[in-house]
Structures are given as C-alpha cells and as structure tokens.
DNA sequence: TTAAAAATATGATAATCATCATATTAGCAA
DNA sequence: TTGCTAATATGATGATTATCATATTTTTAA
C-alpha cells in the first residue's frame, strides 16, 4: 500500500467531489469547469486526470457506490455491536429519515439517486452500474445470513431502493415521513419472523 | 367536450412528443427546439405555447402519467375481462418483458423512468411528480380491493418500481430477465396466497 | 541551487441551447 | 377576394460548456 503521489491524491480528490455532485445534482448537471473548481482547481487540468467527462462519471459513480458502502459498513457495525440483527438494521438505516434528506448534500445511496438513469448510461458506466445493484442484492443476501435466496434478496433490495426514491420524490409532504416509516417497521416486521 | 382548437392540437402534440423525450433521455436531455422539431414545427413557435422549457417538462410529466395510466388501463381489462385477478394482473403487466423493454422507445411508467430526479425538481413539477406517485399507490391499493391498507400499497409500488428500474439498469446481463421474472412470479404468489 | 519533469493554470474555440424580436403564413369573417 | 387575427417560421443573441493549446508554477533529482 504505497502512499498517494500528489496527482493521485488530486485525482481523488475530483472523483470524490465528482460523487457528490452526481448524487446531488444528477449525472447531467455536472458541469467540468464546476468539478475542478469545488475541488479547488481550475478547469484546465481536468484532462491531465480524465480522458474527458464521460470517463470521470463513470469512476465518480464507482467511487460513490464504494463511500456510500463504506458509510453503510460503519453504520452496521455499530448497530451490530449493540445488539441489532444485521439485516433489520440494515433496514432502519436504509430507510432512516437521515438517509432520506441526505441526498440534498450528495450524500448515500448513489442507485437511490441515480437509478433512472442507469438504463441511459453509455457502456462502460452501466456496467459499474450493474456491479453496484449486484453488489447490493448480494450484501443484503449476506445480511440474511443467506436465508433469502438470490432473488428474494433482490426483491428486498427494489423494495429499499424504490421506496427511499418514492419517498424523496414526496419530500416535503406528510406522507413522505408517515410512508417511511411505515415501510421501515413493516419490513422490519416481515424480516424478524423469519429469525 | 368542444373539439380542440388548431392551437390545442400542436400543444397536445408536443406535449406527446415531450412526454416520450423526457421517459427515453431525461429530463436534462429534452432540448426545445429538439421537441419542436419533432413534433414537426420550428423552434420559435415554442412560447406561444409554454412560457418557457420548465412549464413544458411539468406538463410533460403529467402527460406521461396520464399517458401511461391509460395504456395500463386498457392492458388491465384486457387480462381482467380473460378471467384474472386485478392485482396479480397488474403485477405481471408492470414486471412484464415488455415493460422492461419500451423504456428505449420512451414508453411506459414514467415514475421508473424518471423517479430518481424526483427530489431535485422545482416545486410546480415535483408536486405533479407526488401526484404521479399518490396515484399508483390508491390504483395499487384500489387494485388489492382494499385488503392492502395505503402503508402495504406504498410498499408494494416501490416493489415494483425499484425492481422495474434495477432490471432496466441491468438491461443486457442475464440478470434482468431472471430476477424480473424471479420477482414477478413471487410477487404474483404472495398477493394470490391473500385472496 | 538549478534544470528537467510533473502538475496545474490561462485563454481560446466551437458547439449547444433557451429565449426573444420580428417576419411570414394560414384561417376566417366581411 | 380582402383584410384581420391567430399560428407558426426565421434569424439573432447571449449564456453555458467540453475540449484543447499553451503557459506557468511546483516538485524532484542532481
């Protein structure tokens, strides 16, 4: 594990600010010059790092599939260590009322904020894409302790995606909180008996 | 029920054809003078008919709703009057080959299509946006013949929204007919078991 | 320290695009 | 037909933006 060179710690540096503007923002919305700048950098260098911006959403999406993994991975941990059975906690923190409003900070799930894209995406970024549903279904698949099977383990994965995008598309409303919460206790519910 | 006016029938035509636009590229990706094009007239007629490319995109995402609740419509009478059951219809309609595929013609749900930019939409469309999402859930639950309360609604459209959308995202792999198909018939047997 | 190399900055270019001002055409009443 | 009005077309403008050529700064090795 040999230390960063200082372009690999810029390079970083843009992928990282790059993850948050397209979860924030959305992949269209990210505008080259406005990466380089958040990142304190002028636009210029861009191409020293990136083929050109296509190439930068696809590793910024990798790179935000991989932090939000690593958030969820902590968040675990803790709720584990405190006694909670992995995969109801995964639940209450995939559809806790943080990880609900985060998205206006570019934070999260990034297929969450991302997903209705993901049939548009050239190539080489619907790939990463796939990995990063997969990813999923697998890790809530692990979480179960393998009691659910491939796809009931996908299912539950469509049902957290889809209701987190549902419930940020009524942000604002009554209903997105009372549905959320309703979601998270009812599937909580569900994902107990079966212990 | 007057007929429509000549002007009528251009605003409803680039309505349809933005409403397609927006479902196959994007929001972000609907281009004025692209709308009008196809539509078959030029570019600067556009604001005598919208006061500028944002009012066009909310009344585009309604026209898509409306557009897609009917074409459900009819698919649902089809296999109802053949002797189906609402509910489990409507599950197989959704999660069907066809749905997953009519994304690239810009046909279909527009809430698996578009859901994930919900959240960042100005006001006027993100509440059409809420609307959109509301009425899927009382159709589902209207579907359900009220044995599902609005919680279990909620929780059955995000189902089948985010498992539309992951499929459509795996679009190409072998995975996305497998787990569509995978969800559709466990889908189908659990609401069948509650009959 | 100093020159070569690496990294980043400045400035320019061409394309895309929403919007608007103005012109032209089409429908209709007399 | 002949004007009048509604509808659509043409052309222009300014803003944004990806990309590239070139310059400057920073780092590193001697």
Redesign the interface.
């Known amino acids: 594990m040999t230390a960063l060179s200082k372009k690999e710690m810029t390079h970083q540096r843009i992928l990282q600010t790059a993850a948050k503007i397209i979860r924030r ?2 992949f ?2 990210l505008a080259v010059a406005d990466v380089m700048k958040q990142a304190g950098l002028t636009h210029g260098g861009f191409y020293a790092h990136f083929a050109n911006r296509d190439a930068l959403l696809a590793e910024a999406l990798g790179y935000a599939g991989a932090e939000s993994a690593e958030i969820l991975r902590q968040s675990l941990a803790q709720a584990i260590s405190e006694g909670g059975e992995p995969l109801t906690a995964f639940i209450e923190i995939y559809l806790s009322e943080q990880h609900l409003n985060n ?2 900070e570019g934070a999260g799930c990034p ?10 995406l050239d190539t080489t970024t ?1 790939a990463i ?2 990995k990063l ?2 990813a999923y279904v697998e890790k809530v698949q692990e979480l179960s302790n393998q009691k659910l099977n491939r ?2 383990a ?2 539950l ?7 987190l ?2 419930a ?6 009554a ?1 997105a909180s ?2 959320l919460t ?2 998270r206790e ?2 909580v519910r569900r994902h107990s008996d079966s212990q």
Not at 157 to 163: C, F, N
């Open positions: 923002d959305g269209d919305s998205c206006t297929v969450a904020a991302l997903g209705s894209d993901f049939f548009r619907k894409a796939g549903i997969e796809e009931s996908f299912l994965t469509s049902t957290l995606i889809g209701a995008q549902l940020r598309g009524l942000k604002g409303t209903q009372f549905y309703a979601s009812d599937l």
